[in-house]
């Protein structure tokens, strides 16, 4: 209750600014930050988190002999959980200003599972690296926290002139943030998005298996 509450009124802090830098209406701006922010806050929370996954239950795997997996898989799902309670703040922006969405919003479900499919090898990823070089993680830390100003959280997309928008596409944080939140707010997510959110997990799969297989077997002696 308390996360919710507080995530609500720092959202509503943030829409009364921006609304006033933008020069637009609390309507027009507060319902697409309050969506943005709280698919950002899975992302983001879900990568930094990964940066202590192993080292805090650290215990667990030098008492008996369970896969680094299950920290990751943890950590993903309670960050799903904790995103679906703070939904709550999305429907009642919603109802304030009679936002009604549209058939788009069934897209959310594939969003998700490629999303998570993005995350799990990223966090593994990320887990081992820190784990073996602990000051990693406030570097980790550091390049979400620019990402949160480069991502389309605070403004949007279409903000930026049209010959700079490949700026969204080479940006993983805006192509996996446009697969959760447009549908939500129902707009059609493009092909190029799909398709660039598709490559960047092919690609963090293809990268991280091998890592995975490498070094897994030594993270043990890290811990």
């Not at 549209?102 to 993005?118: A, D, E, Q, R, S």
């Amino acid at each position: 209750m308390w996360i919710a509450l507080s995530t609500g009124v720092t959202i509503f802090a943030l829409g009364l600014v921006w609304s006033l830098l933008w020069k637009m209406p609390v309507a027009g701006i507060l319902p697409y930050i309050t969506v943005a922010m709280i698919f950002w806050g899975l992302i983001s929370g879900t990568l930094n988190e990964s940066t202590v996954a192993l080292t805090s239950t650290g215990n667990l795997f030098l008492n008996q002999k369970t896969s680094f997996s299950v920290a990751i898989y943890t950590l993903i799902y309670r960050n799903l959980i904790t995103t679906g309670y703070n939904f709550i703040i999305v429907v009642v922006v919603f109802a304030c200003f009679q936002v009604v969405p549209n058939w788009n919003i069934f897209l959310i479900f594939p969003g998700i599972v490629l999303t998570v499919l993005f995350l799990v090898p990223a966090c593994y990823i990320l887990a081992l690296i820190t784990t073996r070089f602990r000051d990693a993680a406030p570097l980790t830390q550091s390049l979400t926290q620019i990402g949160y100003f480069v991502t389309p959280v605070l403004w949007r997309p279409e903000f930026i002139p049209q010959n700079y928008q490949w700026m969204n596409i080479v940006n993983p944080f805006s192509v996996f943030l446009a697969l959760l939140r447009d549908p939500v707010l129902g707009v059609e997510t493009s092909a190029t998005v799909w398709a660039v959110a598709l490559a960047y997990t092919a690609f963090i799969w293809i990268v991280g298996l091998p890592f995975i297989g490498i070094y897994h077997k030594r993270a043990i002696y890290w811990i």
